[in-house]
Every structure is written in C-alpha cells, then in structure tokens.
C-alpha cells in the first residue's frame, strides 16, 4: 500500500485513491478511510488556522497541495451518481457491488459485510469537511465539483431520513448518533451554500428536532437500547449520559427553541457527573455491522464534556 501512494499511478489491484488520506491509525497502517480523512482535514484546517491565521492556506505545515490531495481522496471516494451510486460515502472504497452478494456472506455474526455500503456517519463527514475547505479555500479549487458532491451527499441524507426524522447509525447506537451527523452535515451544507442554491435543508433539521424532543424521558436524559441496531428502529431504554449528549448536540446544532428541553438534557449530565469528575460506564454505546457491540470507555467523558462545552457556547452559562 505504502508503495502505492509513492507510486499512484501503479495501481494493480484498483484501489481508490490513498495519497492524501488518513487511515485508521498510523501512517503505516495505509487503509485510507472517508470519516478518519475528513475529520483530519477537518482538525488540519481548523489547528492550523488557529495558529497561522485563516488566510493562510498555503502557507500551513500542511500545505495547499496536501490539503487538496485529501479533497481529491474524498471526491473520488463518493458513490457518485454518474456511477450509478447512491451520493453517499462508504467507509475504505467506493461500493463495487450489489446488496444481493450478501447470500454469500459466510459470518454468522456479521450483517451487510459483503460490500462497502455508503453510512449516515461518512457521509457527514464527507460534507463536513468539504464544506469547510470550500470555506478557507480562496483559491477554489474544484469549488464547482465540491459543491456537486455536497448536494448528492445532502441528497442521500435526505433519502435515509426515517418518517419521524431518524436516522439508523452503524458505527455506534443507533439513531441518537447517526441523527447528529446528520445535523450537522444539513447546518454546515446549508451554511456554506445557501439554501437558495438548494441547499434548503430546515424541513428535515425540524423534524429530527421534532423526533428527538418526542423520544426524551421524564428525566431529561435519552436512553437508547443496542436493540436498535438489529431492529433498525428505534428502541427505547433507561437515561444514558452518551445517548443525551449526542441528542443535546443535535438539538443545538439543529437550533432549538425549546429551551426546557436542553435545559433538562443539560442538567441531566451535570447530575449524573461523578464527585472525581468522571461519568458512569452505562450501556454499550459502540457498534459495527449492525451485531457486533463495542465498549468504547472514552465516549462517556468526551461527548458529555463536548455537549456541555457547545451549550455555554449557546447561553453563556452552564
């Protein structure tokens, strides 16, 4: 792989491209991924604006034509349309298949293994990151390409959204995590285009608003069982701390008005913090083709720091 991405025009087992990419862990690892890609442009631009000043592009440690090289990763990466593709991201590689391969699936743990199927979660990120490129780049590269991909991927957002306004995640439970990529990709497409170019995505911000205000407990919180993800609906069960931060985060980022409800979500993470600072392990909250349930330890402290984090950023207060 390592000489692939030296070599990019040698390419004798059809890969997509690598050059540019991040994979799932070092550099060495060489798998390029389409959300680990775009959350690092994402971190490159961001931390390196920081530093250096927005206006300096080409002049980040990580240059312009790196930069550019991780769009053209993305770009090539999507299930585009003119392929006959559904406008979304998968996860290493384009999809080159059919969903019928999986009668040959040999798991017996495993669903949808068979192909790259596009997700809620790369999608998003996809948007995510070549909107904010689009928005530091004077330069505009491929501005006109960039915006294309990002109004399939909305599109393909839109066709995945569920009759009350979920969305079913596949890399974590369940619809509380995929509703929040999704929020952020219809905010950030609509911001950096316009909903005048099309990019008019209130209707389905409202209704995850509308379906996350309906799902919330007495207590405040969001509970959300890992029944979900086999079910491919949503399952309720007790408050967990995850599950309301990924639900506060959507409900801000979606902006909603009812400040009751992110009143109650806030305060329902502040109670459930520990006196050494530290959250509660709960229910499982990770998970990946459907069956298989991880524990990931760190999402317990992360997200509720970061949910709490964007509402001061909202009120001023905490």
Known sequence: IVSEVESPGSNPYFRCQQKGAWPFSNRDHGWPITDCTSQGLKCALLLQSHLYGAAAIDKFPIGERRLRDAVDCILNWQNSRSRGGDGGWSTYERNRGYAAYEVMNPSQVFMNIMIDY????????????????????????????????????????????????????????????????????????????????????????????????????????????????????????????????????????????????????????LDRQLDNGDWPQENISGVFNHTCMISYSNYRNIFPIWALSKYYSVYGKI
């Open 118 to 269: 596009s997700h809620i979660e790369c999608t998003s990120s996809c948007i995510q990151a070549l909107c904010m490129f689009t928005q530091f780049d004077a330069r505009k590269y491929r501005a006109h390409e960039i915006r294309e991909a990002v109004r399939a991927g909305v599109q393909y957002l839109k066709r995945k959204q569920g009759s009350e306004g979920e969305f079913l995640g596949f890399w974590a439970v369940c619809c509380c995590y995929a509703i929040w990529f999704a929020g952020m990709a219809f905010k950030m497409s609509e911001q950096c285009f316009g909903a005048a170019d099309g990019f008019d995505n209130a209707a389905e911000m409202h209704a995850i608003e509308t379906f996350l205000v309906a799902k919330q407990n007495e207590d405040g919180g969001w509970g959300e069982s890992y029944l979900s993800c086999i079910q491919q609906q949503y399952v309720s069960a007790p408050s967990q701390v995850i599950n309301t931060a990924w639900s506060l985060l959507s409900l801000l980022c979606v902006e909603s008005t009812d400040s009751a409800v992110l009143q109650r979500a806030k305060q329902f993470i």
